[in-house]
């Protein structure tokens, strides 16, 4: 079992940044690719960015791409996502969810009904 606590949600003008948290229990977060979603009213639950077990390999979606950075830190078993220029459509629940990945250590993965835990989210408002 893992258990995931996300943090950092609030209230944001547009273009600003926002930093937020995810920190896990459990020993095994290094054997785990991590993953953001989102999931804003009135849409589903939408990828974000993940990140390998490695940290060397990260994909992100089209519409955060070049804006959002995901980073972790597998001795405070903490991954983050950095949000910069953030937009009034960035507005959502943030989600970090853990994939109990045995292959590669450079693998990501994008399929949200391919992660195991998740967190209760946390709310991300951008005003205009």
């Known amino acids: 079992q893992v258990q995931l606590v996300e943090s950092g949600g609030g209230l944001v003008q547009a273009g600003g940044s926002l930093r937020l948290s995810c920190e896990a229990s459990?020993?095994?977060?290094?054997?785990?690719?991590m993953g953001w979603f989102r999931q804003a009213p009135g849409k589903e639950r939408e990828f974000v960015a993940t990140?390998?077990?490695?940290?060397?390999?990260?994909v992100y979606a089209d519409s955060v791409k070049g804006r959002f950075t995901i980073s972790r830190d597998n001795a405070k078993n903490t991954v983050y996502l950095q949000m910069n220029s953030l937009k009034p459509e960035d507005t959502a629940v943030y989600y970090c969810?853990?994939?109990?990945?045995?292959?590669?250590?450079?693998?990501?993965?994008?399929?949200?009904?391919?992660?195991?835990?998740w967190g209760q989210g946390t709310q991300v408002t951008v005003s205009s």
């Open positions: 459990g020993r095994t977060f290094g054997g785990n690719v």
């Open positions: 990140i390998s077990r490695s940290g060397s390999t990260t």
């Open positions: 969810a853990a994939d109990r990945h045995y292959g590669s250590a450079y693998y990501a993965e994008t399929d949200e009904t391919k992660y195991d835990y």
